[in-house]
């Protein structure tokens, strides 16, 4: 499993920095992605990273946040910018695509004034 943290409450404007631990076995090697699900949404890709650090961003967070990861930690990070209400979600780290199997407990983050 993966094990996400950094997350909180925050005003319109603020900033988090996300941060997701893995074993080496499901990390290594691996693109990686951050995923969000806001409340009565199906989770969606927010950004993933492949091992040699080639990004993507889905269109809404582009500008706004940035993905990047520590091979030699196992560890990728969200840094998220200019936060929206919008934004508010529960962040979960996993491969890209998917693995269902190692979906962590994931880290709330709340966007309200």
């Known amino acids: 499993q993966f094990v996400e943290s950094g997350g909180g409450l925050v005003q319109p404007g603020g900033s988090l920095r996300l941060s997701c631990a893995g074993s080496g076995s499901i990390f290594s090697g691996y693109i990686m992605g951050w995923y969000r699900q806001a409340p009565r949404k199906e989770r969606e890709l927010v950004a993933y990273i492949t091992p040699g650090s080639i990004v993507h961003y889905v269109d809404s967070v582009k500008g706004r946040f940035t993905i990047s990861r520590d091979n030699a930690k196992n560890i990728v990070y969200l840094q998220m910018n200019s936060l929206e209400p919008e934004d508010t979600a529960v962040y979960y780290c996993?491969?890209?695509?998917?693995?269902?199997?190692?979906w962590g407990q994931g880290t709330q983050v709340t966007v309200s004034s």
């Open positions: 996993n491969q890209f695509p998917m693995a269902d199997k190692y």
